[in-house]
């Protein structure tokens, strides 16, 4: 099945710089990777995702970059706030294992004011 | 549009007692519902798979008879955890596929933290 490693597993950045974290995954017919936002207690949010057809995909201060051939994808957050501060996930689906979402391991993203 | 909801959002039961969890596609039928569970600090762990009238998929090392799942009808699917023990403690969430397959992404219950004491 799929295997989505994901790094770092935490990050503390201060007010205003940027945050990237990336995830790699195994199943090269996966094709939808999301970003999810989780809290503490709460849901995953999607944030941002982006299909193997595109490269690049951008919404305000997140962005998202896929590299189909390394098998690796990307989040960028610009402008980070301390509301940003929250656990992060990668994800793939649509490989092997057809809709099943599988995770990366999470980020935890602190940004100090 | 496509949420869903899920019930309870809390519980807490003693221990040798089952405990059902729903959750219920509002405005989108859920042909495929997912169930995981999320211990702290750690990532979401796929549970099981279920197709509405077909049985769960269950993933390697999840008890099929102690986390029971019931997809009877596209609005509503049901994990029911028999026999809980302290182990048991986690936070349980559902997520459905939107569109076969996921070509439309996926949406998530609000999560339900389930204590055994």
């Known amino acids: 099945g799929e295997n989505v490693e994901q790094h770092p597993s935490t990050l503390s950045v201060q007010e205003g710089d940027s945050a990237v974290i990336k995830c790699t995954y195994s199943?090269?017919?996966?094709?939808?990777f999301p970003w999810y936002k989780q809290e503490l207690g709460k849901r995953p949010q999607l944030i941002i995702d982006?299909?193997?057809?595109?490269g690049e995909k951008k919404d305000q201060r997140i962005a998202v970059t896929l590299n189909k051939t390394a098998k690796h994808f990307s989040l960028h957050i610009t402008e980070t706030q301390p509301e940003d501060s929250a656990v992060y996930f990668c994800?793939?689906?649509?490989?092997?294992?057809?809709?099943?979402?599988?995770f990366g391991k999470g980020t935890m993203l602190l940004v100090s004011p | 549009g496509a949420v869903v909801s899920q019930h309870p959002s809390w519980v807490i039961c003693k221990s040798g007692t089952s405990v059902k969890i729903e959750c219920r596609s509002l405005?989108?039928?859920?042909?495929?519902m997912f169930w995981y569970r999320q211990f702290p600090k750690q990532s979401l762990m796929l549970m099981a798979t279920?197709?509405?009238?077909?049985?769960?998929?269950?993933e390697q090392g999840v008890e099929k008879d102690k986390f029971l799942i019931n997809h009877a009808s596209l609005t509503l699917s049901t994990l029911t955890v028999t026999s809980a023990h302290p182990e048991d403690s986690s936070f349980y969430i559902c997520?459905?596929?939107?569109?076969?397959?996921?070509?439309?992404?996926?949406?998530f219950g609000s999560g339900t933290r389930l204590t055994v004491v």
């Open positions: 997520s459905a596929s939107i569109g076969q397959g996921g070509t439309y992404g996926y949406t």
């Open positions: 405005d989108f039928q859920a042909t495929t």
């Open positions: 994800a793939a689906s649509g490989g092997s294992g057809y809709s099943t979402l599988t």
């Open positions: 279920s197709n509405e009238g077909s049985k769960a998929t269950y």
């Open positions: 199943d090269s017919a996966s094709n939808y």
């Open positions: 982006i299909r193997s057809n595109v």
